[in-house]
């Protein structure tokens, strides 16, 4: 169980390594590692919690 979100390019984005963090702001911005697709950040956010086990 978990969350996982579609990206506009294809992929599935399931886990922490999934998305890459851009703290170049005063906020956080979660993109996807192969296209680099802003993730909406509650999406996000739960996805970084998640890892493969
Ligand atoms: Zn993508």
Redo the contacts with the bound molecule.
Sequence with gaps: MGTTHR?????TLRYRQDLAIDRSGTTRTWK?T????PVPGGVAERIGHQHPS
Excluded at 7 to 11: P, S, T
Excluded at 34 to 37: A, Y
């Design positions: 990206c506009v390019c294809g992929k996807c192969d296209c680099g697709t």
